[in-house]
T-cell receptor
Framework: AQTVTQSQPEMSVQEAETVTLSCTYD???????LFWYKQPPSRQMILVIR??????QNATENRFSVNFQKAAKSFSLKISDSQLGDAAMYFC??????????FGAGTRLTVKP | DADVTQTPRNRITKTGKRIMLECSQT?????MYWYRQDPGLGLRLIYY???????NKGEISDGYSVSRQAQAKFSLSLESAIPNQTALYFC?????????????FGEGSRLTVL
């Protein structure tokens, strides 16, 4: 069974500073994919970043980067130079096939001006 | 206009009523999904469809049914709504499948069952 755990229900960060959101997962598959999705107040889910498990290099998308620790089954998201528009719910997700994507419970990020 | 459109956006209904949530997409994707979001639980897959003749149950399909009327339309039905089906429901589409990561979501349908 695949599970995704986000242990931080809420986080806050000062504008322009850096914040790290934690995610751990469990899967028996050797080949899988990990994602971070953002859900702003508009509700629509938006893909932030994607990581293939077979790639050792950590994915980066502009101010967003991940720290992927395969042995520890950890997949944290770092947001640098936080902006007010980064305030949202962030979901960590995992899939190993095309049939299902498992999501964590989410972390609500507040950005303080 | 949004690429993935869900109607209604919000709905309040009573226990025992039949409810249909509709989803249409203009992305031309074959793969469509229905997810349910609950606080503290994240999103869970209800049903998915890879084409009009292919319907599959997800993690939590009990109490739900779906219809894929066309490539662009995928509806979710609650035959007899109950209060624990109160949730935010999302339709999503994908071109290459989940492993590509490109799940495109609608804006959600918030359903309240009294």
């Amino acid at each position: 069974a695949q599970t995704v755990t986000q242990s931080q229900p809420e986080m806050s960060v000062q504008e322009a500073e850096t914040v790290t959101l934690s995610c751990t997962y469990d899967t028996s598959e050797s080949d899988y994919y990990l994602f971070w999705y953002k859900q702003p107040p508009s509700r629509q889910m938006i893909l932030v970043i994607r990581q293939e498990a077979y790639k050792q290099q950590n994915a980066t998308e502009n101010r967003f980067s991940v720290n992927f620790q395969k042995a520890a089954k950890s997949f944290s998201l770092k947001i640098s130079d936080s902006q007010l528009g980064d305030a949202a719910m962030y979901f960590c997700a995992l899939t190993y096939n095309n049939n299902d994507m498992r999501f964590g419970a989410g972390t609500r990020l507040t950005v303080k001006p | 206009d949004a690429d993935v459109t869900q109607t209604p956006r919000n709905r309040i209904t009573k226990t025992g009523k039949r409810i249909m949530l509709e989803c249409s997409q203009t992305k031309g994707h074959d793969r469509m999904y229905w997810y349910r979001q609950d606080p503290g639980l994240g999103l869970r897959l209800i049903y998915y469809s890879f084409d009009v003749k292919d319907i599959n149950k997800g993690e939590i399909s009990d109490g739900y049914s779906v219809s894929r009327q066309a490539q662009a339309k995928f509806s979710l039905s609650l035959e007899s709504a109950i209060p624990n089906q109160t949730a935010l429901y999302f339709c999503a589409t994908s071109d290459l499948g989940l492993v590509s990561g490109e799940l495109f979501f609608g804006e959600g349908s918030r359903l309240t069952v009294l």
